[in-house]
């Protein structure tokens, strides 16, 4: 079945950049997110890539896509204290989307 | 302003009493989503519909059941069959294109606690 790996936690100083890594298993995803979640909050989707890419950059985001290792990472540049929160990578074809475990992100001062 | 609202924002329930937690979406999506959240854990689906009238089991569908008569509203039923019912519940709502899932839109959840 589906399952999507990432790790617990990340700490970061404010102004450096964040790398947040995902592993999934479905070759067959058509597509992969990353959502933030604030919180109490429900999720926001931050962005998404089409499986046939193999980078998509959206202001301070950058997707990255290794395919053939299966591997998804999102950098987030200038990381400020307003982007701490947990990160959830997700992949998914047309009927379902599978989620990971989140990645907390903490954002020193 | 379109969105997905879930109400209510709290809920508490006695064993052995069903409760229903409403959720509902004017961004004329087609499918619609419940998960369950736990502390440290991802999301688990429970169920998921792509249209009216018609709804799926995700993976941990027991002791929960939900309806689909409109469009916009997907209401969870969680029964006093589920053992372990305190968690976050989330619902999502997105629109199916030809090539696939564009990605959810989520509700700010409901806190459901047993007491």
């Known amino acids: 079945g589906e399952d999507v790996e990432q790790s617990l936690f990340l700490s970061v100083r404010e102004g450096d950049s964040s790398v947040i890594n995902c592993t999934y298993t479905?070759?067959?995803?058509?597509?992969l997110y990353w959502y933030k979640q604030e919180p109490g909050a429900g999720l926001q989707l931050l962005t998404y890539?089409?499986?046939?890419?193999d980078m998509k950059q959206d202001q301070r985001l950058t997707v990255l896509l290794n395919k053939k290792d299966k591997h998804l990472s999102l950098r987030i540049a200038d990381t400020q204290t307003g982007d701490s929160a947990i990160y959830f990578c997700?992949?998914?074809?047309?009927?379902?989307?599978?989620f990971g475990t989140g990645t907390k992100l903490q954002v020193i001062p | 302003d379109g969105g997905i609202t879930q109400s209510p924002k709290y809920l508490f329930r006695k064993e052995g009493q069903n409760v229903t937690l409403s959720c509902e979406q004017n961004?004329?999506?087609?499918?619609m989503y419940w998960y369950r959240q736990d502390p440290g854990q991802g999301l688990r689906l429970i169920y998921y519909?792509?249209?009216?009238?018609?709804?799926q089991k995700g993976d941990i569908a027991e002791g929960y059941s939900v309806s689909r008569e409109k469009k916009e509203s997907f209401p969870l039923t969680v029964t006093s069959a589920q053992k372990n019912p305190t968690a976050f519940y989330l619902c999502?709502?997105?629109?199916?294109?030809?090539?696939?899932?564009?990605?959810?839109?989520f509700g700010s959840g409901t806190r459901l606690t047993v007491v």
């Open positions: 890539i089409f499986s046939n890419m």
């Open positions: 999502a709502s997105s629109h199916m294109g030809a090539g696939g899932n564009y990605g959810y839109t």
């Open positions: 997700a992949e998914g074809g047309y009927q379902k989307v599978t």
């Open positions: 519909s792509q249209i009216v009238n018609d709804f």
């Open positions: 479905d070759s067959s995803s058509t597509y």
């Open positions: 961004l004329n999506h087609d499918a």
